[in-house]
């Protein structure tokens, strides 16, 4: 199983939908952007030159300058100022897919050829998450189900006959995760799944009746199981709706109930 020590998954969900943050950042950015500009065209120290382009990049991905952010993130590596600049381009993918999906294919087909061994902190390869973007393009929802209440059941069906292989055909092939409370989640598969979910299997497992808001993601939804083997009492396998339907796209491990997200 893959670990690592990252940031609370609750702090990044509290933070990470507040409308009046984001328009300080933005503001913030706005007020930085010459400031980036001049540094980047002063051919100064190269570490500050460096920062200021990732900066200068990273903002524009923010406030959803895709084309902007290509071009300096050109410049960048025309320069030699920035040698791992992938994810960024994966950035730069995302953010094209509702504005010019032609383009946003081109730039995840650049990622699978130009580095297919490329990986990020936690060892997955960019060229994989490229992939998983090329399915979400494409037509293919074979893994879609009709309705929260029917997944819900195809969740709980698995889950109290332990027969998690029959769950494959039901896994999303594009967002997929595996995760701990108090982490982030990792990109997984059916293999993992399986392994993780058959390990921790327990004589007395619980499912919640029906599936409710996730707290700490806008548009994430939960079924909530408990009593699975210590130290990971509760398992919460997550769900999304999309276009025609929802899919299932994967789970998070706790050793206690998650808590309501806290009231401003």
């Not at 081109?106 to 130009?114: E, M």
Request: charged share 30%.
């Amino acid at each position: 199983m893959r670990s690592s020590g990252l940031i609370s998954v609750f702090i990044i969900f509290a933070g990470a939908f507040l409308p009046d943050a984001f328009a300080a950042q933005s503001r913030q950015f706005l007020d930085d952007e010459d400031r980036m500009k001049a540094v980047i065209l002063s051919n100064q120290d190269p570490k500050a030159v460096e920062r200021a382009f990732r900066e200068l990049i990273g903002g524009y991905l923010e406030r959803g300058s895709c084309d902007q952010a290509q071009e300096w993130l050109n410049r960048a590596r025309d320069r030699k100022m920035i040698s791992d600049g992938v994810p960024f381009l994966l950035q730069i993918g995302q953010c094209l897919e509702v504005k010019d999906p032609n383009r946003a294919r081109q730039v995840y087909q650049k990622i699978i050829v130009d580095y297919p061994d490329e990986k990020d902190e936690i060892g997955d390869r960019y060229a994989e998450s490229a992939r998983r973007r090329l399915i979400w393009l494409s037509s293919d929802r074979s893994w879609m189900v009709r309705s929260s209440l029917h997944l819900a059941r195809i969740l709980t069906r698995a889950i109290q006959g332990q027969n998690f292989a029959s769950l494959e055909k039901f896994a999303s092939k594009v967002n997929f995760f595996l995760g701990a409370c108090q982490s982030e989640y990792l990109n997984s598969d059916m293999e993992e799944m399986t392994a993780f979910l058959s390990e921790n299997y327990g004589r007395r497992i619980r499912v919640s009746r029906s599936i409710k808001k996730f707290p700490y993601r806008e548009g994430w939804y939960v079924l909530e199981t408990r009593g699975w083997s210590i130290p990971y009492h509760y398992i919460y396998f997550l769900v999304q709706p999309i276009k025609g339907g929802w899919e299932w796209i994967g789970a998070i491990y706790c050793d206690e109930p998650i808590p309501e997200k806290p009231k401003s």
